[in-house]
Structure formats: structure tokens, C-alpha cells
């Protein structure tokens, strides 16, 4: 059970910032927020995680809402590259097994 | 960075044989392992989990005497698809935890494995 809902996927002008949007209303206090992404034919790809602050890094940044029930992964430039499978999961540590859901397929337009 | 590799990054075999399908941590220790499984427009499937010396650890409904897993050393695991089918045909990805803290993320993904059986 991934515990988390996705939509399946969306669209994104190159140049612009992609939003991607997560729910996960059950998650536990002491579950994190990861993301990872994975492009076709690839092994995912880790991006970023965070508990309850907002984080940010060199590829994106994550928006986590105070009640902790949703967040958002921020790609602030979108390019052609970044066209691939994003998925959001909660887990309790860095070293606890990854359960992929069906994550959204983004598709960055030239 | 922490890189994993995998080999080979494809096969293809006759139905019946088996193949074996390398999974390693060319610059850090790792203490676990996972084994996953991809289907054409679907999502990874987590087969099983192994630690270096011990038995691995099997999700439900994963067989584990088709599907064999060693984690003979802390850079190195093994899975084994025996008696290979049609319906394993899959792309295989395995990860590798380095158990370091302070990396964002401790585990690290292999660029997969397709297997193809005819």
C-alpha cells in the first residue's frame, strides 16, 4: 500500500515551474516525505524529502502543508529532461524499503 | 556520489534456463539490499530485501525458489531467476543502502536489468 494518491499525469511548458501535487492523509508523525523520479528505462532517481519543513535543493524544492496531509514537489525550471515518472512516498527511515505507487508521468512541452 | 551497478543490463534467454543478475555498490558498503520488479507501464513492484550474510527477506506472493537472492558480500547481490518463463520478462532493478547518515537519501538505484525469455 504506496499510502499515497498522485494524479497519473501532467503537462508542463518547458521554462516554466512543474507542481506536482501528493496526498497522503494518513501519514504518521514520524514519516517522511520522499520523492524520486524516474525517466524511461531508468532506475529512479532520488530528489528530495523532507518531515514537516518546507526543503529545498539543487534540483527542486518541497512544500509540505502545516497539517502534513499533502505537499508539493516544485521543479522551478522545467526542462525537456525532466520528462519522467515522479512518485511520492512516505516512509519512517532512510534505510526502510521503498513501496512505489503508480506515481504521475509529467510531461514537459518544447 | 554513491553509484550501483547492474549486469548484465540486458538478457535474453530460452524458457527454462536460468539467469543470474548482479547488483553492486562500486563505491560504499552496503548492508542492504533490494530486489525489484517492473512491468511495461507499471510501477516497481519490491520482490525482496537482503542483507550481507543473512537470508533475504521475501514480499508476499514473491517466490523464493524461482527467485533467488545471495548477499554473499557487503558490495554484492545476486538474484537468480530459475526455470526462467514468458511471464518473468520484466526490467529488474535492485537499490543499495549505504546506512550513511546525512547523504538526503541513503538508498541508491541500479540502472535495471531487462530480461527477456523467450
Known amino acids: 500500500d504506496a499510502k499515497t494518491t498522485q494524479p497519473p499525469s501532467m503537462d508542463c511548458a518547458e521554462g516554466r515551474a512543474a507542481n506536482l501535487p501528493c496526498n497522503h492523509s494518513?501519514?504518521?508523525?514520524?514519516?517522511?516525505v520522499y520523492w524520486y523520479r524516474q525517466i524511461h528505462s531508468q532506475g529512479p532517481q532520488y530528489i528530495i524529502h523532507?518531515?514537516?519543513n518546507n526543503e529545498t535543493n539543487e534540483m527542486a524544492s518541497l512544500i509540505i502543508t502545516e497539517d502534513r496531509k499533502s505537499s508539493t514537489l516544485i521543479l522551478p525550471h522545467a526542462t525537456l529532461r525532466d520528462t519522467a515518472v515522479y512518485y511520492c512516498?512516505?516512509?519512517?527511515?532512510?534505510?526502510?524499503?521503498?513501496?512505489f505507487g503508480k506515481g504521475t508521468r509529467l510531461h514537459i512541452l518544447p | 556520489g554513491a553509484v550501483v551497478s547492474q549486469h548484465p543490463s540486458w538478457v535474453i534467454c530460452k524458457s527454462g534456463t536460468s539467469v543470474k543478475i548482479e547488483c553492486r555498490s562500486l563505491?560504499?558498503?552496503?548492508?542492504?539490499m533490494f530486489w525489484y520488479r517492473q512491468f511495461p507501464k507499471q510501477s516497481l513492484m519490491l520482490m525482496a530485501t537482503?542483507?550481507?550474510?543473512?537470508?533475504?527477506?521475501?514480499e508476499q506472493g514473491v517466490e523464493k525458489d524461482k527467485f533467488l537472492i545471495n548477499h554473499a558480500s557487503l558490495t554484492l547481490s545476486t538474484l537468480t531467476v530459475t526455470s526462467a518463463h514468458p511471464e518473468d520478462s520484466s526490467f529488474y532493478i535492485c537499490?543499495?543502502?549505504?546506512?550513511?547518515?546525512?547523504?538526503?537519501?541513503?538508498?541508491?538505484f541500479g540502472p535495471g536489468t531487462r530480461l527477456t525469455v523467450l
Open positions: 537499490s543499495a543502502s549505504s546506512g550513511i547518515i546525512g547523504r538526503g537519501d541513503t538508498q541508491y
Open positions: 494518513t501519514i504518521s508523525g514520524n514519516e517522511y
Open positions: 523532507g518531515l514537516k
Open positions: 512516498i512516505v516512509r519512517v527511515v532512510q534505510d526502510d524499503k521503498i513501496i
Open positions: 563505491d560504499f558498503q552496503a548492508t542492504t
Open positions: 537482503s542483507n550481507e550474510g543473512s537470508k533475504a527477506t521475501y
